[in-house]
């Protein structure tokens, strides 16, 4: 654990805050999407499909979708009907979505497995196209691994100093100070919400979807172990979908700076 010093004075994060965000954040992109949208588009590109793995291998493996342009999309064309009052949903959602057909030109070899192809070869085929209507969080995992000491080395006086067979867990060190404004308290929040639902399920956490509009994350859906459902949420088949006492996460987030 690491003292963390700051003058900086916070204030706790309200839910009426994080509304009033997502309805200006929406009232933003739906104003920038319906002035954008008013054509039909006919277009070439690649196609990138998503893995079809079975559950098994998902487990065991850890597959993840990886975005390989170069080796893994395949050719094709698209036609995409943007015009207003078009749409299949509502206008400014994530999942805003525009009727339209696409070709391909090869066979998708990730589809082998399946019994009924989504997309025949060379026929226009009735689809779903759902533009990134929102800013993506640029957001990541610290860079991290386990280092395991085989062998001391030797000092410059001809001596040998270390510890055989010790383990470290070695994160990447980040550079900066947080930004206290609007988004450093957002992010602030979310990190240690995060946190404490892990402390919360004993470690027995994982993350399987997020989910928000613009730059908030605002749904987290956790998955953890079956016998802890009813500790936080009390979510279907263990999901946890929020259920945390605001009042007490508000006095936690002020306090969070010394806790770190």
Known sequence: MHEYHTDLTTEALLVEDIWAALLQSMVEIESA?????ADVYQEMGQFLPVPVLGFNDLVKNWETFMLEW???SYQGGIIVDEQRNHELGKPGSLKMV??????????VKEWDRCNAKPFSLGVQTRAAFKRWSVKWPLVRFVMAGLFWVTQPCQT???SKKGRLHVHYLVEEL???VLDFRQEGQLA?????SQHLQYMEMRGMVFV???QGVGSLLTDLQIMTNLMLKEKIGGGEKGKIEGGLDWNVVEICIMDAQKEV
């Open 70 to 72: 170069r080796e893994g």
């Open 98 to 107: 525009h009727p339209g057909k696409m070709v391909l030109y090869k066979e």
């Open 33 to 37: 999407v319906l002035a954008a949208y």
């Open 188 to 192: 602030q929040f979310l990190c240690f």
């Open 174 to 176: 980040l550079d900066g």
């Open 208 to 210: 399987s979807d997020y």
């Open 156 to 158: 410059k006086d001809g």
